[in-house]
């Protein structure tokens, strides 16, 4: 075990894992994430949380982190190059393994010019990539990025994200084997419609043997309205919500279209349950935790299993 | 070249406000280039905060002078005599400019009337695009000759985020995104290769006030070199 965490038993047992996600909230209160949690708890084997996701200013994902440890649950931090330079980087890492987290995905970051606060100074010392290669080092090695040791090297679960719809599509194999030579342990995709082109993508990964060496967790976000199809095929950089999507959500009546959001999400996930290469699903209820524990169910994921 | 933009007119006149004798210098380098701050902009500059003033009632004297560029002593000498004459200077330099001017006159403010922006190209006459950050451990070479330094707007080093769309940066539809550029010219030169590889983090360079001595000067202004 590299890590010990529940992920990464799940997914070495060669269980089908499930992870949700939990966005931390634009203020201090520490039971906003207890009240989130309680929607997950039990449904996921891990909650991603979110590090100042779209580069709006929230509650910093470590200490939401460790708030999910104490509830009883085990989070997957998420780190992003934008705000931290490798000294601070390495700094979270080692207290974040401290309070008790063992799984981190490390990723690029939304530009701050998305966010709340558009004129800040980016940081982006180092890119996801090369965090996932420090992350990997100062597991595996116990050093430092600079090569220095580490006393009490942090042992984590290493993760890192993929985008199948991004340009240019024939790069994005590639990019996915630059991340697990880089050292990631699993890999959670980018919010996948198109499942035409995922099922190529995936192809490609196990053609170049590439799902051999990560567990990758496809992403899935239900649609809670036609609106917010609308709003994500159009408006939301690099998602790819192809017009099928939004032909079943206009055919059924307004009450009715997160249902079929939901139908929609349970059916892709029957697939990916069935599709080699894939280990699991990522499932991104933004905003939407409540009804986890539904769509899990019907999805058939439940029980979650103990390792 | 350097690339800079007028300062709006109201900020500069808040610059100047009670002085009444202003030396205008512009520079007949990068910034006479790029239309920001030569002889024609200088002159331009002088008549609108001449009128400005004016109508604002308040007594102001400008004149203008530009030198061959602001960035070299023995060019700046050329406003020894002058300077003595006036309360302020304002420059139509970038910022090494500006600071070269102010170190020479000390006794003086000195103050900015553009803004330095970027090292740049003329894409076409008066439009100009940033190329280079200066960062000092230039990658061109791997890149195929696009800088993801100062072209992608996350600075990454191993390929495109997961944004680009019609290839371009998903911050600005008007931005390409550097990394589809980088991938598709290695491609059609057959080095996809170089971008397939790891690259680590890098040392960055850019970390105090850069400062190059040529080797065959070094005995000129290093005493203990022998």
């Known amino acids: 075990m590299k890590s010990g965490s529940n992920l990464e038993k799940i997914l070495a047992e060669g269980k089908f894992a499930v992870t949700g996600e939990l966005g931390p909230p634009r203020g201090a209160n520490a039971g906003t994430i207890k009240d989130k949690a309680q929607h997950l708890k039990g449904m996921v084997d891990s909650v991603n949380i979110t590090d100042n996701q779209t580069a709006v200013v ?16 085990e989070p997957n931090y998420q780190m ?19 309070l008790g987290i063992r799984n981190m995905l490390c990723l690029s970051g939304d530009h701050q010019l998305f966010g709340d606060h558009p004129k800040s100074r980016k940081v982006f010392d180092i890119d996801s990539i090369q965090l996932v290669s420090m992350v990997k080092k100062m597991r595996d090695e116990g050093k430092f990025l600079n090569g220095e040791e580490i006393a009490d090297p942090p042992r984590m679960f290493i993760g890192a994200a993929a985008n199948p719809f991004g340009e240019p599509y024939e790069f994005r194999v590639h990019r996915l084997a630059k991340k697990i030579e880089a050292g990631a342990d699993f890999i959670q995709t980018q919010c996948i419609y198109n499942m035409e082109r995922f099922r190529e993508w995936i192809k490609q990964a196990n053609d170049m043997g590439l799902t051999e060496k990560v567990y990758i967790l496809a992403g899935v976000t239900p649609m809670k309205a036609l609106g917010m199809a609308r709003y994500m095929q159009k408006n939301v950089p690099g998602m790819d919500v192809p017009d099928w999507v939004i032909k079943r959500l206009q055919g059924v ?25 894939v280990a699991g699903v990522h499932l991104m209820a933004i905003e939407w935790e409540h009804r986890v524990p539904e769509i899990v169910e019907k999805a058939g994921l439940l029980p979650r299993p103990t390792v | 070249m350097i690339k800079s933009k007028a300062k709006p ?56 002078f530009t030198v061959e560029r602001q960035c070299e002593m023995e060019f700046l000498a050329e406003l020894d005599q002058m300077v003595e004459h006036y309360d302020a200077i304002l420059s139509m330099a970038c910022g090494a400019g500006v600071q070269f001017l102010a170190e020479r006159y000390p006794d003086k403010p000195v103050f900015p009337a553009v803004n330095t922006a970027f090292i740049g190209v003329n894409r076409d006459l008066g439009w100009y695009e940033e190329r280079c950050k200066s960062c000092g451990d230039c990658v061109l070479g791997i890149t195929g000759g696009i800088c993801p330094v100062a072209m992608c707007a996350k600075g990454l080093f191993n390929g495109p985020c997961g944004g680009p769309q019609d290839g371009h940066c998903e911050v600005d539809k008007d931005i390409p995104c550097a990394w589809v550029n980088i991938y598709e010219r290695l491609k059609a030169q057959g080095r996809l290769n170089n971008i397939y590889k790891l690259y680590t983090a890098r040392e960055w360079e850019d970390q105090i006030q850069g400062r190059i001595v040529l080797e065959a000067y070094k005995s000129r202004y290093v005493e203990d070199v022998k």
């Open chain 1, 80 to 98: 992003v190059c934008r705000d931290r330079n490798r000294i601070a980087m390495q700094s979270d890492i080692l207290g974040a393994y401290a």
């Open chain 1, 253 to 277: 009546e307004k009450k009715k279209q997160a249902g079929e959001g939901i139908a929609i999400c349970c059916e892709q996930i029957e697939e990916f349950r069935e599709m080699k290469g």
């Open chain 1, 58 to 73: 929230r509650m910093s994902s470590m200490a939401a982190s460790t708030l999910l440890v104490k509830e009883g649950m």
């Open chain 2, 9 to 64: 007119l109201e900020e500069i006149k808040e610059m100047l406000k009670g002085y009444k004798r202003v030396l205008n210098t512009g520079c007949g380098g990068c910034a006479s280039v790029c239309l920001a701050g030569g002889m024609k902009e200088v002159d331009g500059l002088n008549t609108k905060l001449s009128v400005s003033f004016k109508g604002d009632g308040v007594r102001f004297k400008v004149d203008g």
